[in-house]
Every structure is written in C-alpha cells, then in structure tokens.
C-alpha cells in the first residue's frame, strides 16, 4: 500500500485543492507575463511616428499589432504537442517547464528591443508563446487525474479563472511600475515572481494522486472512488485524431472556443491602446481601469462555477444542458455589452462599466465551455484542450493585425473604426454560441476508450461500477439530447 501522511501541514488543505491553487497561479503567471506588454508598449513607443528617441521606438500600429500577436503564433503551434507530451509522460514538469521558459526569455526581451530589431522581438515572443501554449493542455490532463466530475465546475474555475487575475495584477501594477520605473524593469518584475511559482509548484504538485508524497489515506481513497484510478497509465493508446477531428460536438466546441478567444483578445491586448488612444486616459491610470474587467470576470466565474456544481449535483440539469447554459450566458450578453460601449463616445465611466459588464458575464465561459473537453474525454483530456485551446489561440494571433489594419489613425474617427470591430466581434460571438447551442455535448464519447482498450488499463477511464460513472449516466441520460451511440458503447461496457 502507498505511503502517505497524516500529519497537519498535509491534512490543512486536500492536495486536489494545493494542485488547484498553484494551478491557478500557473495561468495567472503566465497572463502577466504575455499581457504585460500590452502596457508596457504604450510607453515603448512614441505617440507620434517619428524617428527613434531614447527609450522609445518608431514602430508603426501594424508593427505593434504582430509584435502583440506573434506570441500567439508560438502558443499554437506547441498546444498539440503540450497535450501529447502530458498525457504520456505527466502533466507537472510540462507546466512548470513551459511557465519557466516563459520567465527566463520574458526577461531577454528588454535586450531583443534594445541591441536587436523588431523581428528579433517577434522571434523571442514567439518562442515564449511556445512555453505558454503547453499550460492549458498539461493541466487539463492534470484534472482529469485529480478531480472529480461532481467538483469540476468548482475547480475548474478557479484553475482557469487564473488568466483573469493574471491580467488584473498585470494591467494594474504595469501601470505603477511604468510610472515610476523604466519600462524594462516591468518585463524583470514578472519574470522573477515565475520562478518563485516554478520553484513552489515543483515542490508541491505531481501528475497523479498516486505519485504524491503528501497525500492522505483519506483523500486517496476518496479519490480512487471517485475517479476509479489514481495513477496516470503511461500506455494509454495513441490519440484517436481521426475519431476526435470527426466528432460533431468537439468541432462545435472548437468552434465556440474561437470565438470566445476573438472576444476576449479584442478587449485584453487592445483595450489598454482603446483607453490611451480613443479616450485620452493617463498612462497612470490605464492599467487601473484594464484591469477592472478581470476582476468582473474572475468574480463571475467562481460563483458561476459553483452555481454550475450546484445545477448538477442536484439535478436541475444535466451537465449538457449546464454546459449550453453557462455558454451562452458567457456569449451573448457580453457581446451587447461591448456594442453598448462602442456608442457611449468619449463617456470614460460608461465605457469602463461595460467593458466590466461585458467581461464579468464572460466568467461563465468558465463553467460552460472550457472544462467540456474533461466531460467529453478525460483520457484525451489534453488532446482535446490542446485542440480547441490551440486553434481559438489563433484569434489572438490575428485580433491584433486585425484591429491595426481597421484602425489605422488616432483622431475621433478612430472610435468608428473601432466601432466596426465591436460590430464584428458582436456578430462571431453570436454565431459561435448557436453553434454551440445545436450540437454541444456534456456526454463522455465514444473514442474516450478506444475499441481495442475496454479494460482498466485505459488511463484514467472509469470503470462503469464506479460512483462517479453511475453518476455521469444517472445525470445525463435524463437529457433527451444524449448521443444514443455514446450510451449503448457505455452500456456495452457493463456487460
């Protein structure tokens, strides 16, 4: 029997719930350190276009928008990879290694500006996206290892409700540090806190329950129940891509993530440049009112999060029907709310109010969308969020582009031009959440355990006598949207 331990510092707090707390600060590290130049690019370049001066740099609103968006481009080519690599060798040191990385070139990037070019500067950020494009996968893979179905709106959220937080703390304490400090210290700051969190997260954290040093007997064996396995099996087949890129309520949850990342680009690389530059804020004050739409977002998505549990577990809906329903309060109203900002002209209170708004209803995106790929596939966990996570990362490598070809001067016709980017994220978000709404699922599917692997040895896949199966059939076959292919495999299964 496993070796655990019962004395207080390991029994203060369940080790389901350190994993979750330093899971989140996993992504709000890796948000500071990616959203942090959003700021700081205010004061890089100068507002005029004009020859260098100092510490400022002539770089046209194109040249931003990839300099911001290049990023993006390392952070989808390494989800797929980042996902693979989790499932098959564990999920801890593909995080911790991708948030160091991260650190130790954000760092550089100060030395790229300054003795190399802009491209130099695009190359270290993308790059950087490489490091932060394998988080969101490796820790979907870890809480399918950790969690229980029953807890994993709660959790989830607060995991993945760590970008907001991320973005809060990096918008407004850029804001100070730039106007006390040169902007290079501000990229040294981030980069010095993610290898404190490197160095806490490897001590603390394993891939599984069964490998954790730390963990109760108690918490051991409630986990074993729950989940019907605590150790990560290292011979789990290979990813069925055929049967996942074929599947109808993956591809409309793919579909839905891209444009919730569409939305959610628009308003954090590009609202800091909006208030500067359309309303005139100080850059003193830019990172406060940034940064107050996180804070909305954060705040609705836990409370939404144990709304969702709470829906469940109760069985006032089935966990399709909670998916659909947190999706679409995560969609549509926050696409009124940005429209309502574009026509409140240079009215600062107003814009701000919905631009909050707008990004607390975004919170519910939380308990609805991004944990799906745990309810379609906890084996593949990490394929999947590397898929949908991967392909919506891809907005955030054309929002910036984007928006500098339709914005392209800072006058009063500027909020027109930005009026029409509203229009357009209005009208994805719109369509991305009827997607959703037809042909989204909360049912475990059938490439979950592959036709050649229906025993035990499947991962972490349930065996169809554990209470956490009866209670993913007992809550979803009451949902007369269920795939009927799904239920007679699972039913299979049993016999």
């Known amino acids: 029997m496993k070796k655990t331990y019962n004395n207080p510092l390991c029994t203060i707090l369940p080790q389901r719930v350190v994993m979750g707390i330093m899971g989140f600060l996993a992504i709000a590290v890796s948000y500071t350190i990616r959203q942090s130049l959003s700021v700081t690019i205010t004061e890089m370049v100068p507002k005029k276009t004009d020859a260098r001066i100092g510490e400022t740099y002539s770089w046209s609103e194109t040249e931003q928008g990839w300099v911001l968006s290049s990023f993006y481009i390392g952070y989808v080519i390494s989800h797929v990879p980042g996902g693979l690599v989790a499932e098959k060798f564990g999920a801890k040191w593909t995080i911790g290694c991708g948030v160091l990385l991260m650190g130790v070139l954000n ?111 108690k918490e051991l064996n409630y986990l074993n129940a729950e989940l019907g396995q605590t150790k990560r099996n290292d011979k789990l087949p290979p990813t069925p891509w055929s049967s996942i890129l074929t599947n109808i309520p993956v591809m409309a949850m793919v579909f839905a993530q891209m444009g919730h990342d569409w939305i959610l680009y628009v308003i954090s690389s590009d609202l800091p440049k909006y208030l500067k530059e359309v309303l005139h804020v100080p850059t003193e004050e830019v990172g406060f009112y940034t940064s107050l739409p996180f804070l909305g977002m954060w705040l609705f998505s836990i409370f939404s999060g144990y709304v969702s549990d709470f829906l469940i577990v109760r069985r006032i809906l089935t966990i399709t029907q909670a998916r659909k329903f947190f999706t679409f309060l995560g969609a549509v109203p926050p696409a009124f709310f940005i429209m309502a900002a574009s026509y409140a002209e240079k009215n600062l209170f107003v814009v701000v109010t919905m631009f909050v708004c707008a990004m607390s209803f975004l919170g519910n995106f939380y308990p609805g969308l991004k944990i799906n790929s745990l309810d379609l596939s906890p084996n593949y966990s990490g394929s999947l969020m590397a898929l949908t996570n991967g392909i919506g990362g891809i907005s955030g490598v054309v929002v910036p582009p984007f928006i500098g070809y339709i914005v392209d001067d800072k006058t009063n016709s500027a909020i027109l031009q930005w009026r029409k980017v509203f229009w357009i994220t209005f009208g994805f978000s719109i369509v991305r959440t009827v997607v959703f709404l037809l042909w989204g699922s909360g049912v475990v599917q059938q490439f979950n355990n592959p036709v050649k692997q229906l025993s035990v040895e499947s991962g972490i896949s349930r065996q169809p006598d554990t209470p956490t199966n009866r209670y993913e059939m007992s809550s979803d076959l009451s949902d007369q949207t269920i795939d009927k292919n799904v239920v007679v495999f699972n039913e299979q299964n049993k016999t």
């Open 107 to 217: 760092a550089l990037t100060p030395i790229a500006v300054r003795y190399g070019n802009i491209m130099v500067v695009i190359v270290l950020r993308i790059i950087m996206g490489l490091g932060g494009g394998t988080t969101y996968p490796a820790l979907s893979v870890m809480l399918a290892a950790w969690v229980p179905e029953k807890e994993r709106g709660k959790l989830g959220s607060i995991v993945f409700g760590g970008g907001q937080i991320g973005s809060l703390v990096s918008f407004a304490l850029s804001s100070v540090i730039l106007g006390k400090y040169h902007w290079q210290y501000n990229f040294y700051c981030w980069s010095i806190i993610s290898v404190i969190w490197f160095i806490l997260f490897t001590i603390t954290c394993y891939s599984d329950p069964a490998s954790h040093p730390f963990i109760t007997q």
